[in-house]
């Protein structure tokens, strides 16, 4: 079966594990050593001293710039692994799937949303993932930058996106 090799590296390039797609579906195998909690891609390409946008899976991450993905949709608990890292939280926007009949992923958006955090929820009639949107042509960090909330406001929209 066809594969796309996904590197999980470190900010100085050192390999810790590494993420297979299949390529006829989207089914993920992701293997890690030395480091069982840690999944995340983009590390070694991002910028800590910018903005940092972080999204659940690698291909999405690519559709924006200096973005990692958490190579799953617990973003927060993702964030919380990073030990060998400068990100500054405040600095960041959690993108998560456009899914809001998903209770799982409504879930964290909403434990992001009472935290402070910046959270993008998404307007109706949107592709699921960033990478669909892209594809479909839509210019996806004016999306993102449209439709990123926090505090009081994410509160209201997080109301609205859940179904």
Not at 45 to 73: F, K, R, W
Request: charged share 20%.
């Amino acid at each position: 079966l066809p594969y796309l090799v996904i590197p999980l590296r470190f900010t100085d390039g050192e390999w810790y594990g590494a993420q297979f797609r299949l390529l006829t579906r989207k089914e993920y195998i992701t293997f890690r050593w030395g480091h069982d909690q840690l999944r995340v891609f983009g590390l070694d390409a991002l910028d800590t001293t910018q903005h940092v946008y972080v999204v659940e899976g690698p291909l999405d991450s690519l559709c924006l710039p200096n973005a990692i993905a958490m190579c799953g949709s617990d973003l927060c608990g993702g964030l919380d692994t990073l030990t060998r890292s400068d990100i500054d939280l405040t600095k960041c926007t959690l993108i998560w799937d456009n899914e809001p009949r998903n209770s799982q992923i409504t879930s964290f958006v909403a434990r992001a949303v009472k935290g402070g955090k910046s959270v993008v929820i998404w307007p109706d009639g949107l592709p699921k993932d960033l990478n669909d949107m892209y594809a479909g042509g839509y210019s996806v960090l004016s999306l993102v930058n449209a439709h990123t909330y926090q505090g009081l406001g994410a509160e209201l929209e997080l109301q609205r996106w859940r179904k």
